[in-house]
């Protein structure tokens, strides 16, 4: 098991720049455990990833599926935004729930694109850009559950 550490700045002018570098760490690896702690003399998030490096056969599969959909700066229909606000609400609470940042659970385009694929089953969560095994174990059940509600 490898350790990797994340500063997030709070400052706008550091806050897209560290939250772009995390998430494409968190693309490439399959995150174990996850430590987070705020210092507030700098006011920075830290952020403890144990991590494992993703098997070169499971990047072959991904390499041979089509391309993962992402909803980039698409505009959401009344329904899409519904979604949207009530899969923020969860994340939230969920945040909350485990004292974790609402990016950890899933990032604000993971929420979109998910509003605009509207998948039915876990399976096609894998389609989604951002979504991987262990995020659709730890959450696919209630995104689903929200996206049935609505």
Do not use: C
Not at 125 to 146: M, Q
Request: no cysteine; proline share 2%; aromatic share 10%.
């Amino acid at each position: 098991m490898k350790v990797k550490i994340f500063k997030i700045r709070l400052p706008e002018e550091f806050l897209h720049k560290d939250q772009k570098a995390l998430d494409a760490f968190l693309v490439s690896k399959e995150i174990i455990k996850v430590e987070t702690a705020f210092v507030n003399d700098e006011s920075y998030w830290s952020v403890v990833l144990y991590f494992e490096e993703l098997k070169a056969t499971q990047d072959v599969v991904k390499d041979a599926k089509s391309i993962k959909y992402s909803a980039d700066n698409e505009e959401l229909n009344d329904d899409e935004e519904k979604i949207l606000d009530a899969l923020k609400l969860w994340r939230s609470e969920k945040a909350k729930e485990h004292n974790l940042p609402t990016y950890f659970i899933a990032t604000n385009k993971e929420l979109t694109s998910v509003a605009k694929y509207k998948p039915a089953k876990k399976e096609e969560l894998l389609d989604i850009k951002g979504f991987g095994k262990h995020k659709i174990e730890n959450y696919g059940e209630e995104i689903l559950e929200i996206l049935e509600s609505i």
